[in-house]
């Protein structure tokens, strides 16, 4: 089954600091995408960052960024200089292209509180 | 930006009545989702829908749920007799026919069944 685990159920940062999420999946699959969904208070899901498996170079997003490991199945999520808008429950997701459904399994969430 | 939107924000029905839930997805996607989350708990996958057909259904969507694209704008998700344990957020999702372009979701239905 696939699954995708995030073992920090809570994490906090102050303001301006860095943090890192962690998130680890399970396929046997080499071709796959893992995302990252940010959940603010109003419950809305945002896409933070997205990776192709296939491309070794972890991806950026202005603060965001990746460290994907493919042999390790491991794609934590870094967020630099910490802002009181980072508060929100952090999602890890990832899909395998099959041609039609590509539904998106996944984590159980990381809540993250940026203290000021 | 384009968006997915969803009606209503919240609804409040009575065990065993029926509800709509509806999603207008952003206009050139091709592959649309219905997912659910239960209060405090991860995103479940319901349904995913393509060319005008059910491609991939969860264990979860069983007989009391269906799908819809009626008029090619649309896209609703219909509980035939509610249940209290369908309380939940329920989220419409779509995309292009691109996975890297990711998924874009609507702002979800809180639906909770007295």
């Known amino acids: 089954a696939q699954t995708v685990t995030q073992s920090q159920p809570e994490m906090s940062v102050q303001e301006a600091e860095t943090v890192t999420l962690s998130c680890t999946y399970d396929?046997?699959?080499?071709?796959?995408?893992l995302f990252w969904y940010k959940q603010p208070p109003s419950r809305q899901m945002i896409l933070v960052i997205r990776?192709?498996?296939?491309?070794?170079q972890n991806a950026t997003e202005n603060r965001f960024s990746v460290n994907f490991q493919k042999a390790a199945k491991s794609f934590s999520l870094k967020i630099s200089d910490s802002q009181l808008g980072d508060a929100a429950m952090y999602f890890c997701?990832?899909?395998?292209?099959?041609?039609?459904?590509?539904?998106?399994?996944f984590g159980k969430g990381t809540k993250l509180t940026v203290n000021p | 930006e384009p968006e997915v939107t969803q009606t209503p924000s919240h609804q409040v029905t009575q065990m065993g009545q029926e509800v709509i839930l509806r999603c207008v997805p952003i206009?050139?996607?091709?592959?649309f989702y219905w997912y659910r989350q239960i209060l405090g708990q991860k995103v479940e996958f319901l349904v995913s829908?393509?060319?005008?057909?059910?491609?991939?259904k969860s264990e979860i969507f069983d007989d009391q749920f269906s799908v819809e694209r009626p008029d090619g704008s649309n896209f609703t998700l219909k509980i035939r007799s509610t249940k209290l344990e369908d309380s939940a957020m329920y989220f419409c999702?779509?995309?292009?026919?691109?996975?890297?372009?990711?998924?874009?979701f609507g702002s979800g239905t809180r639906l909770t069944v007295v």
């Open positions: 206009s050139n996607h091709l592959y």
């Open positions: 997701a990832y899909t395998l292209p099959q041609g039609g459904s590509e539904k998106l399994v």
């Open positions: 829908f393509y060319n005008n057909e059910i491609s991939e």
């Open positions: 396929t046997s699959e080499s071709d796959y995408y």
């Open positions: 999702a779509s995309r292009t026919g691109y996975t890297n372009d990711g998924y874009t």
């Open positions: 990776q192709e498996a296939y491309k070794q």
